[in-house]
């Protein structure tokens, strides 16, 4: 049984930093293909970043982009999130997922495309 399990969320103030964890157990995911997505209340839900398998290729949404990094430590089976001058509007629930089938060049951008999934961590950002 895979699981992944985000960490880091908080309630921080805009122009903050933060970083998301999203550590995976039950089984190696150093070559499948990793995301975090987000959803805030009332909205849908949107990938952040992605990245593939060995690290080597990443995807990251023009709303973050230039503030937010997305990374992974292969040996700790451990995805990141570093997330810096963070806004009001970045408030939102953040999911991390994880593809079953390996990818290690390739990145995915719909929810769909990934089989394993968090619960979620909470991040807030006041103004």
């Known amino acids: 049984q895979v699981q992944l399990v985000e960490s880091g969320g908080g309630l921080v103030q805009a122009g903050a930093s933060l970083r998301l964890s999203c550590a995976a157990s039950?089984?190696?995911?150093?070559?499948?293909?990793m995301a975090w997505f987000r959803q805030a209340p009332e909205k849908e839900r949107d990938l952040v970043a992605a990245?593939?398998?060995?690290?080597?290729?990443?995807y990251t949404a023009d709303s973050v982009k230039g503030r937010f990094t997305i990374s992974r430590d292969n040996a700790k089976n451990t995805m990141y999130l570093q997330m810096n001058s963070v806004k009001p509007e970045d408030t939102a629930v953040y999911y991390c997922?994880?593809?079953?089938?390996?990818?290690?060049?390739?990145?995915?951008?719909?929810?769909?495309?990934?089989?394993?999934r968090g619960q979620g961590t909470q991040v807030s950002v006041s103004s």
């Open positions: 039950g089984r190696t995911l150093s070559s499948n293909a």
């Open positions: 997922a994880a593809r079953s089938s390996y990818s290690s060049s390739s990145v995915f951008r719909t929810w769909s495309d990934y089989d394993y």
């Open positions: 990245i593939s398998g060995t690290g080597g290729r990443t």
